[in-house]
């Protein structure tokens, strides 16, 4: 009989939750060739990471670590010093991931999970996968996006013998081949899943059903990935429960609101050199992470537009002093335009068309397809790669538009993402795949599902450490009096 993680709260039976409100046109659909998060961006480096044509592939050289392994595919091995420098670094401000390392790696409450996950590989990502190593399981590792990896974070990895297959700038086919070369290993199944954006899970799904079949679950980060499982749900055809990481609150509203309000000024400061105070600016939605990027603006003196098409949402915008329009009403006079959707077409040709001299548009969202960056592929469009990050878009008439990161996330891209913000997510992912590990059968059938709220409230009980606070504890006659248990959860399962 599996040994009982000591340290797990318990808690109520979780009311399976469903996302009722996903639109047709917001749902996504498995038969895409590949999803927006392995499109996306999240270098913090600032390159375009196009490589050269002559550049050889990393899967054209044979590599090998001090232990003589050869499990694993990267750019450059002699890279590992430096990347573990980066993921000592990471591990400094990750205190409550480590506080749960440390908690719980006599335990080994993940012994026997076999992981596969495809995430970032960056040092913030690197300190949860050898977490998740610590606590007992065997990983593999693959890129969730082509662009974003760090190479000598990967490298660092590879020389502590944990197979990782990815490179900053893979090709398409590079991207797909390094996800197969995580799940087609001969002597081992995976029997767990860590998804950013729902690649890996598309794979094991559509390459190898009879693997897909024996996770154990899934738990997904990114609302890319949450459409596709609904999908598959709403089908019949998952088989497996999942977690939906992305709507737990402290997802919501650490990693979406307080992450964005910060990097979304970073951003647009290290690309455009922007002066914000005086700007008009049309922020397109008002979910968490509108929610960041329209207060960091308007605190900065910027003049801030919201579109939204949620009525709830656009009644908070109108609450907090945001000047609710239609895109197509000021796209004429703003100076900056910014997606924060994670829907598609946003802003289109005909918006873009329609833009003053200088205008910067970006992307905060989810998705690479909020802007339709394909339409500016025409021969009377004239593309000028300024810097890193920057591109001029000129029309015949002179006119230019400014295009941050080609329309991938700018933040994730331009930026810095803050590593405390990333612990938290971290942390909600390694509960999340202990959960659905150890849970006894039945408690979760093959649905999507949310973090259970006693979860999510230890998440953030354990990063209040960082700040010396100090939680008030209810009387037993105060708990009675609310229907509450002292120790939580405080917060119904719907509330997010």
């Not at 990896?149 to 297959?165: N, R």
């Not at 749900?233 to 992450?259: H, M, R």
């Not at 914000?276 to 008002?286: L, P, R």
């Not at 703003?334 to 205008?359: A, F, P, Q, S, W």
Request: with cysteine; proline share 3%.
């Amino acid at each position: 009989m599996r040994k009982v993680y000591s340290l797990q709260i318990q808690y109520p039976e979780q009311t399976r939750e469903f996302d009722s409100r996903l639109t047709k046109t917001g749902r996504r659909s498995l038969s895409h060739s590949i999803s927006h998060s392995s499109t996306d961006s999240n270098g913090s480096g600032g390159s375009d990471a196009e490589n050269p044509e002559d550049e050889v592939s990393p899967r054209d050289v044979q590599q090998i670590n001090s232990k003589g392994s050869r499990d694993f595919c990267i750019k450059n091995i002699k890279l590992a010093d430096f990347g573990r420098r980066e993921i000592e670094l990471a591990e400094d401000e990750m205190t409550a991931l480590m506080a749960l390392r440390k908690a719980a790696q006599v335990e080994k409450p993940l012994a026997g999970a076999k992981i596969v996950g495809c995430t970032h590989v960056t040092a913030q990502t690197a300190v949860l996968f050898e977490t998740l190593v610590v606590l007992g399981a065997q990983c593999r590792w693959a890129a969730c996006n082509i662009y974003s990896t760090q190479d000598e974070v990967a490298a660092a990895l590879a020389e502590q013998d944990l197979p990782v297959f990815a490179w900053k700038g893979e090709s398409e086919d590079d991207f797909w081949w390094c996800i197969d070369r995580c799940v087609n290993v001969d002597g081992w199944e995976p029997n767990m899943i860590l998804d950013d954006g729902g690649d890996m899970t598309h794979w094991i799904y559509k390459k190898y059903p009879h693997l897909f079949k024996k996770v154990k679950g899934i738990v997904e980060e990114s609302i890319t990935g949450i459409h596709r499982l609904h999908h598959l749900s709403k089908a019949g055809k998952l088989c497996v429960p999942a977690i939906n990481v992305n709507d737990s609150v402290t997802k919501q509203k650490f990693d979406n609101l307080y992450c964005c309000r910060e990097s979304i000024l970073d951003s647009l400061k290290k690309t455009a050199d922007i002066m914000f105070g005086g700007k008009q600016v049309a922020v397109c939605g008002y979910g968490e992470v509108g929610k960041g990027c329209s207060a960091a603006l308007k605190a900065m003196g910027s003049v801030v537009y919201v579109t939204e098409i949620d009525p709830i949402c656009a009644l908070q915008a109108c609450m907090d002093g945001f000047r609710l329009t239609k895109l197509g009403d000021v796209v004429r006079q703003v100076d900056m335009v910014i997606t924060c959707t994670g829907n598609k077409n946003v802003v289109v040709r005909e918006h873009m068309d329609l833009m003053k001299n200088g205008c910067v548009v970006c992307n905060m969202g989810r998705s690479n397809t909020e802007i339709d960056v394909s339409s500016l592929r025409t021969p009377e469009l004239v593309w000028q790669h300024v810097r890193a990050q920057v591109d001029h878009i000129i029309w015949p008439d002179g006119r230019r538009i400014v295009l941050l990161a080609r329309g991938r996330v700018l933040n994730l891209n331009s930026s810095t993402v803050p590593i405390y913000v990333l612990s938290i997510t971290a942390t909600t992912q390694a509960l999340a795949l202990i959960e659905l590990f150890n849970a006894p059968e039945g408690r979760y059938k093959q649905d999507v599902y949310l973090l259970p709220k006693k979860l999510d409230e230890y998440v953030a009980s354990l990063h209040l450490l960082t700040f010396d606070a100090h939680l008030t504890e209810l009387t037993d006659e105060q708990a009675k009096y609310m229907g509450l248990n002292k120790y939580g959860p405080f917060k119904p399962t719907y509330y997010r």
